[in-house]
């Protein structure tokens, strides 16, 4: 048997919505400088940036940026040929904080999963140094 369009519709608006796996409430901005809309993993997330964001505006931070793709372990090749992947851990935020003169990588967590922790002590041991807000 098939569905008109308003039976699947009725359907699909019956249907309760699954919560996300961490239990987090994604949330959305609009950047102050572009003024274009930026998605966040957690309404946290998002609190943070306009934190940051107004800090920057001060001068206490420069070189604010979202989701920068660090490498722990390059792609190689195993002797059969195969392709492994590389390992990399994606950070919320990094930045260059000029109060404290060292450079930051922030990472907004609700959760902290086992590969989470495994990558931050593969990171703490090539010196960068993951801060949990």
Known sequence: ????????????AKKPQ???KYRNNKASAIDPVTKEEIK?????????????KDREKRGEIIRLQRQVEIEIQPSFRLPN???????TYRADFT????????SRV????????????????LLAYQGIYIEEV
């Open 18 to 20: 699954k919560p996300s």
């Open 40 to 52: 966040f993993d957690s309404i946290k997330e998002r609190d943070y940036y306009y934190l940051l």
């Open 106 to 121: 922030i990472d907004v967590k609700g959760y902290r999963t086992e590969v989470y922790k495994l990558k931050k002590k």
């Open 95 to 102: 930045f260059y904080d000029n109060v404290i003169s060292c």
């Open 81 to 87: 040929g195969k392709k492994m992947r590389a390992i």
């Open 1 to 12: 048997m098939r569905m008109t369009e308003e039976e699947y519709n009725a359907f699909i």
